[in-house]
């Protein structure tokens, strides 16, 4: 899934303001400015559009999970050079404390039928035989059901 979208989704979903994403972006060691947070959150087609890494993307889950669940006692983790989904689906289960009956709630809100085996399949080791791939349309989503869950208009 595209790391733009997944920062997008978020942001909309927690109502987060360009103050709180640069403070959670500092929060994973990342010093952003304003024009760079704008620039994340531009559509693909706008030329001051700036893709963001999977190492950038690390850093702001980082942050939310620190902003959340307060920071871990000595040297803190370096952020992770490359992400997949079932790492990005991690990190936020972590930040939102959630647990797999929280996510079966998720999922119900956008008409997604989950049992909780196919989500512990997400958080297995990718070398145990039952390690599902976390999918693009399963973490789109389960963004959307977050949406659902957070966004206050």
């Known amino acids: 899934m595209d790391n733009n979208l997944i920062l997008k989704k978020l942001r909309y979903a927690f109502n987060l303001e ?9 929060k994973g060691n990342l010093k952003v400015s304003r024009s760079e947070v ?14 963001i890494n999977d190492e950038i993307l690390a850093t702001f889950l980082n942050g939310f999970i620190i902003d959340k669940r307060g920071k871990k006692e000595g040297v803190q983790p370096p952020n992770e050079q490359q992400l997949n989904n079932n790492l990005i689906f991690r990190k936020l289960k972590i930040a939102l404390t959630l647990r797999d009956d929280d996510i079966v709630k998720i999922f119900d809100l956008v008409d997604l039928d989950v049992s909780k085996h196919e989500i512990n399949a997400l958080f297995r080791n990718p070398t145990q035989k039952q390690y599902r791939e976390c999918k693009d349309q399963f973490l789109r989503n389960f963004l959307f059901g977050l949406e659902r869950k957070h966004h206050v208009d």
């Open 18 to 26: 360009d103050d709180q994403m640069i403070d959670l972006f500092g």
């Open 38 to 51: 704008s620039d994340w959150m531009k559509k693909d087609e706008d030329p001051d559009f700036k893709p």
